[in-house]
């Protein structure tokens, strides 16, 4: 008995994609990047091509990450003023600082990560990291640094 060769298969035909373009026609826009008019592909479409759209979006994060770079510096420095200013204070014996001292040394009231209330005096301390001030008074003329490594009674 004698074998037989097998006959490889043809390989089967490749198609050509078939490229399905819409009927649909839109108006014209104007590249929200480049400012140059196009005709969109899709109703969605608001820039002129992939480039321009990330070439947009990157500068748009880069605007709002130097808002996010400016609050965290301002954070910083105030956590600095405040580290110092415990320090001196324990330096003099003293437990209250004056507001004066804050804003000489560009303290901002206004920037702080959080804020908590003083379990025995019902007072707000507002933290800047590690570091926060609780107003002893209305105008917060005088103020308490309170450190978040050694305070207890803060809820």
Not at 38 to 57: G, V
Not at 72 to 82: F, R, T
Not at 128 to 138: C, L, R, W
């Amino acid at each position: 008995m004698e074998k037989l060769k097998k006959i490889p298969k043809a390989a089967p035909e490749v198609r050509e994609p078939v490229k399905r373009t819409s009927n649909r026609k839109y108006e014209e826009r104007i590249c929200l990047q480049t400012g140059k008019k196009f005709i969109p592909t899709n109703k969605r479409q608001k820039f002129i091509d992939a480039q321009a759209r990330i070439d947009y979006n990157n500068d748009k994060r880069a605007v709002t990450g130097v808002v996010i770079n400016d609050f965290s510096k301002q954070l910083k420095l105030n956590d600095k003023i405040l580290a110092q200013g415990e320090k001196r204070l324990k330096e003099l014996g003293k437990k209250t600082l004056g507001k004066d001292v804050l804003l000489y040394n560009e303290f901002d009231f206004n920037t702080y990560s959080t804020r908590t209330v003083n379990k025995t005096t019902n007072r707000y301390i507002l933290w800047a990291i590690n570091y926060g001030i609780e107003g002893i008074d209305a105008e917060k003329e005088s103020v308490i640094i309170h450190n978040k490594n050694t305070e207890h009674g803060i809820r």
